[in-house]
């Protein structure tokens, strides 16, 4: 009786192990739910971004990478990373709300950092209107741009190879070197992807947002300054300021301009935590 009754112990004891390690323990509506649970964009944008590239750049040399990434950051929405579209009257960029007018003026840009590694950084900056990132370089660095929501103005410079530099001899002024113009327009969500490359597209260039605005940024590979990566600021000078000797092979002397180094004295900015879909590395 004793053996029987043991028998009929292990078969239960068994079918219940067997029950607990199959899918079928999970509650259908739950697993039904699970399985069609879309994957968030900003996993498939780390996911995209890990097998592109490498600490030193793109992992491939095809064209391909690139139009892969933008047709990734077209889709992108403020939603997809968190983010609550602010309205133009808000004047106050991301997550001031309940300020004052002359509060909201003092605003900084705010800075949200999604993933960092070694091969590129995912980022976003939230504007408060009129506030400004000034003209600065992405040495040997490729850079997607997306803007979420609201307006903002790029103006992008290359530089003019081979170098063209010139020494002031007027005393307050530095040394310069010679530039052309590469972007200068206005972007209003929803738009394109814009992508700078490490020689041309607008390596060096400067943000002003129109409206309270969104930008979601892919540098690769990010900024290090230990291997020569380091973010330089520039102030733009008219060709005529230096103009004279300076040979322009082509297009008018108004697409060109004077970059001099310069510390980024305006620049207000501050960080805050990501609270978007989580990363899942």
């Not at 490498?54 to 047709?71: D, M, N, R, Y």
């Not at 506030?131 to 929501?149: A, E």
């Not at 004279?244 to 207000?268: C, F, H, M, R, V």
């Not at 990501?274 to 990363?279: F, L, R, S, V």
Request: a neutral charge.
């Amino acid at each position: 009786m004793f053996s029987k009754f043991q028998k009929a112990t292990d078969k239960a004891m068994v079918f219940l192990q067997r029950k607990a390690l199959s899918t079928l323990y999970i509650p259908k509506r739950k697993l039904h739910m699970a399985m069609n649970t879309p994957t968030p964009k900003v996993q498939l944008l780390y996911d995209l971004c890990k097998s592109t590239f490498t600490p030193s750049g793109f992992s491939s040399a095809s064209s391909q990478p690139v139009h892969k990434l933008c047709s990734l950051l077209d889709t992108f929405g403020p939603a997809d990373v968190g983010l609550k579209e602010e309205s133009p009257d808000d004047d106050q960029g991301h997550g001031f709300f309940g300020l004052n007018r002359v509060t909201r003026w003092s605003q900084p840009i705010t800075f949200l950092d999604i993933y960092e590694c070694d091969s590129f950084t995912i980022c976003i900056f939230c504007f408060p209107t009129s506030l400004v990132i000034p003209l600065h370089d992405h040495p040997g660095m490729t850079v997607f741009s997306k803007v979420l929501y609201g307006s903002l103005h790029v103006k992008a410079y290359d530089w003019v190879e081979p170098a063209c530099i010139k020494e002031s001899r007027q005393p307050g002024y530095p040394q310069v070197r010679l530039a052309r113009l590469a972007v200068d327009k206005v972007l209003t969500a929803p738009c394109s992807t814009s992508v700078l490359f490490p020689k041309t597209g607008g390596n060096l260039h400067c943000f002003t947002a129109i409206t309270p605005c969104a930008v979601l940024d892919v540098l690769a590979p990010p900024y290090r300054e230990d291997i020569g990566r380091r973010c330089t600021y520039y102030m733009d000078y008219p060709y005529s300021t230096f103009g004279n000797g300076a040979q322009i092979s082509s297009g008018k002397e108004e697409e060109y301009a004077w970059l001099a180094e310069t510390p980024p004295d305006d620049l207000y900015m501050r960080q805050e935590a990501y609270i978007g879909p989580a990363i899942q590395i």
